[in-house]
């Protein structure tokens, strides 16, 4: 932990820190908020709303889906303010590289603690998690954006990471199965983890945060390193800005969709059409915010979000360690107890107030958990 914010205040973001919070609500306690007041008022627009807080299966799409990808992105965007900044400052890139290669440790260390390494040893972990694949993911990013010299040899990077993965989902035999078989059971991606994942897999055959997966993820995080590159452009105006990210995330989704019948849209693998409806999405709401935001300067809204924004990793990890819920229950049960079917909505509600002073009170001291 660490008193103090990023020093390099001038290009900070308000939309990249808001939009961070907004996607890391819905983890807190916002889609059980939708769930449980859908359970309680019976209302058919909250159904609707709550069935998005649930990931499909194995094949389709809902707003559930899109979180995890989204937060990639966001890390993804702050990359050119965070390294490229520095670089021009005159920081040497094995320096940087030293950096970032750190932040994926400690990432993959904090995974390790967040599946239980100091409650239960190592008999039976879980060695990957979302916070490692956040790690490698970011880490493989700066390395191509670090070592490359223009946005052509970044976006070719791209284009290749993105035909490897199709080629080896699509046409890479499985022993057993054949190629193209792209099933929990007869994936390459299954293979892969069955054959080289030490450790527990949290499905049967494959681990949606497993090496290939990392590896496809990867592309998450890059299509938001492009975002920050034109945020981050001051020859480009602000409106024009906004405008480019939304005409390069439409044609995502609108391709994304197109494929799926031949190449479908699975998170649990990450599957090339599933990374590019998502950056289509993840694309369209960063512009979006950041036009609200930074441009039109409408902010008075964004500090709920902000607090949690700006210390995203302590509070997933918080969740974990510290039993917000119970606290809920021990302050609000004489409310919500005697309310019926409202109670899980005044304890889920209880609960994100009170991760959200928990937060508050980090933020008003400046405390940042800085990885």
């Keep these: 932990m660490e008193k103090k ?13 808001t939009l961070r919070g907004f996607d890391m609500l819905w983890i807190i306690g916002g889609g059980s908020l939708l769930s449980a007041l859908a359970k309680a008022t019976g209302w ?13 299966p194995w ?63 190592f008999s039976d ?24 010299k223009s946005i052509k040899a970044r976006i070719f990077w791209l284009i290749g990471i993105m035909a490897g993965i199709t080629i080896l989902q699509l046409f890479t035999p499985v022993p057993g199965f054949g190629a193209g078989v792209i099933t929990p059971e007869g994936s390459i991606n299954a293979w892969i983890d069955q054959t080289f994942l030490p450790g527990r897999l949290i499905y049967d055959t494959y681990d949606p945060e ?21 945020l981050r452009d001051k020859a480009t105006s ?8 939304i005409g390069i995330g439409i044609p995502l989704i609108i391709l994304a969709l197109l494929l799926s019948p031949v190449y479908p849209i699975i998170k649990n693998i990450w599957t090339v059409t599933f990374n590019m409806l998502t950056a ?56 919500a107890n005697p309310a019926g079917d409202y109670g899980d909505v005044i304890f889920t509600l209880g609960k994100i107030t009170l991760e959200w002073l928990f937060l508050y009170y980090l933020y008003k001291n400046k405390i940042f958990l800085r990885v």
Aim: without cysteine.
């Design 44 to 56: 058919g627009w909250v159904e609707v709303l709550a069935e998005q807080m649930h990931h499909v």
């Design 280 to 335: 289509g999405i993840s694309f369209i709401l960063m512009a979006l915010f950041y036009y609200v935001i930074d441009v039109l300067k409408w902010r008075n809204w964004t500090f709920f979000f902000r607090v949690i924004g700006l210390n995203s990793i302590t509070i997933y990890m918080g969740v974990k360690i510290i039993d917000f819920w119970h606290a809920s229950e021990f302050l609000l049960g004489f409310v």
């Design 5 to 17: 914010l990023n020093s390099d205040t001038k290009e900070r973001l308000f939309s990249l820190d």
């Design 238 to 245: 602000q409106q024009r800005k906004a405008g480019v990210l």
């Design 125 to 148: 972990l879980r060695y990957l998690s979302v916070l490692s694949q956040i790690g490698i993911g970011y880490f493989f990013a700066s390395v191509i954006v670090l070592y490359t």
């Design 59 to 121: 094949e389709g799409f809902r707003f559930e889906d899109l979180i995890f990808p989204l937060f990639m992105f966001i890390s993804g965007v702050a990359i050119p303010f965070a390294l490229i900044s520095k670089l021009e400052k005159g920081v040497g890139k094995p320096e940087l590289l030293k950096k970032v290669f750190k932040r994926m440790v400690l990432l993959v260390i904090f995974g390790l603690i967040y599946n239980g390494a100091l409650k239960n040893g």
């Design 210 to 230: 497993g090496i290939l997966s990392i590896v496809s993820a990867t592309v998450i995080t890059l299509f938001g390193s492009f975002a920050g590159f034109i």
